[in-house]
Nanobody, 123 residues
Framework: QVQLVESGGGLVQAGGSLRLSCAASGRTFSTYVMGWFRQAPGKVREFVAVISMSGGNTYYADSVKGRFTISRDNAKNTVYLQMNSLKPEDTAVYYC????????????????WGQGTQVTVSS
C-alpha cells in the first residue's frame, strides 16, 4: 500500500508556472506507475499525465501537451508536474495516483489517490 500527498498548488496568473509535487510513502515507489489527474467544479475527473515506473515513458493529455511536464525521482519517492503557460481553464483540483499494473490514462485503473491540491489560474 502507498500513501500519496500532493503539494505545490496555489493561485497564479495566466501565463505563469507552478510545480506540483506528490510524495509517496513506503519503499516500493519505483514499482508504481504514477499519474496526474484534475477535476474542475462540475466536471468529471480527467487525465493530465502519466509516467512509467522507470520514468522512461510519459504521456500527456492533448490539452496540456507542450506546457506540462511529468517527472519522477524514485530516490525521493516523489513525482512532479511542472506546469508552464498556465491558462484559466487549467483551474482544478489536481490529484496524483498510483497503480502497479499499467501505464494508462483511465482513472479507474489507479488504486491509490492523494487528497488533491488546488490550482487556480486567474485571467
Amino acid at each position: 500500500q502507498v500513501q500519496l500527498v500532493e503539494s505545490g498548488g496555489g493561485l497564479v496568473q495566466a501565463g505563469g508556472s507552478l510545480r506540483l509535487s506528490c510524495a509517496a510513502s513506503g519503499r516500493t515507489f519505483s514499482t508504481y506507475v504514477m499519474g496526474w489527474f484534475r477535476q474542475a467544479p462540475g466536471k468529471v475527473r480527467e487525465f493530465v499525465a502519466v509516467i512509467s515506473m522507470s520514468g522512461g515513458n510519459t504521456y500527456y493529455a492533448d490539452s496540456v501537451k507542450g506546457r506540462f511536464t511529468i517527472s519522477r525521482d524514485n530516490a525521493k519517492n516523489t513525482v512532479y508536474l511542472q506546469m508552464n503557460s498556465l491558462k484559466p481553464e487549467d483551474t482544478a483540483v489536481y490529484y496524483c495516483a498510483a497503480n502497479r499494473r499499467i501505464v494508462t490514462f483511465s482513472p479507474g485503473e489507479y488504486d491509490y489517490w492523494g487528497q488533491g491540491t488546488q490550482v487556480t489560474v486567474s485571467s
